[in-house]
């Protein structure tokens, strides 16, 4: 079946530190791939997504690559502030919806 | 637009109790979904609806039922509560489209539910 991999945290960085969180998955066919942002108290919101093998997903200043030949997704930052802490979720999608793998979460503390 | 909204935020029920968490969307979506979520287990699809009237099974549906007879609304019912359905319920929901920037599902904010 497909799987979605990532670390749980937490992830601890300064204000202005650069951040990456790995994601990998195992999929059957073509997926979707997405990143989602939870913030405290709050539900899932769509940070970025790739649809396609090179295909850069980018918002906020946050930004992935789907890169085929390792199987990942990984999330990049290049300064993150205190309003970046949340915790986010890595995920593919093969069909509709309904066929949403999501990671485990990671959560990211970002101190000033 | 409210987007999608969920009652209750917070729930403390004992266990063999039953109760209705209620799901609204106010975006004429077709797709509504119901997910848990576990710590160290992301969020996992307890049953789905593909339009008003319509209910399908996800990955974990057992000790759920659902309804969606509105096509705003999709209700997630727990008839006789366990401990083992502590967790934090999310309600989601997209307008079917699976490419372009119309392609994005849309959460509520969650019900903590406890069983004791």
């Known amino acids: 079946g497909n799987s979605v991999t990532q670390m749980e945290g937490p992830v601890t960085l300064s204000e202005e530190a650069f951040l990456t969180i790995n994601c990998t998955y195992t999929?059957?066919?073509?997926?979707?791939l997405f990143w989602y942002v939870q913030y405290p108290g709050e539900g899932l919101q769509l940070l970025l997504k790739?649809?396609?093998?090179?295909d850069k997903g980018s918002n906020k200043g946050f930004e992935a690559t789907y890169r085929k030949e390792t199987t990942s997704f990984h999330l990049e930052k290049g300064s993150v502030q205190v309003s970046d802490s949340a915790v986010y979720f890595c995920?593919?999608?093969?069909?509709?919806?309904?066929?949403?793998?999501f990671g485990i979460g990671t959560k990211l503390q970002v101190i000033p | 637009n409210a987007g999608v909204t969920q009652t209750p935020k917070f729930r403390v029920l004992k266990t063999g109790q039953s109760m209705t968490l209620l799901c609204a969307q106010d975006?004429?979506?077709?797709?509504m979904y119901w997910y848990r979520q576990d710590p160290g287990m992301g969020l996992r699809l307890i049953h789905y609806?593909?339009?008003?009237?319509?209910?399908a099974k996800g990955e974990v549906p057992d000790g759920y039922n659902v309804s969606r007879l509105k096509k705003q609304n999709f209700l997630l019912g727990l008839e006789s509560a366990a401990p083992s359905q502590t967790s934090v319920y999310f309600c989601?929901?997209?307008?079917?489209?699976?490419?372009?920037?119309?392609?994005?599902?849309?959460f509520g904010p969650g019900t903590r539910l406890t069983v004791l």
């Open positions: 995920a593919l999608r093969t069909g509709g919806y309904q066929k949403v793998t």
């Open positions: 999929a059957t066919g073509y997926p979707s």
């Open positions: 790739a649809t396609k093998a090179d």
């Open positions: 975006m004429n979506h077709e797709y």
């Open positions: 609806s593909v339009g008003e009237g319509t209910t």
């Open positions: 989601a929901s997209n307008n079917g489209r699976l490419a372009g920037d119309t392609d994005t599902q849309y």
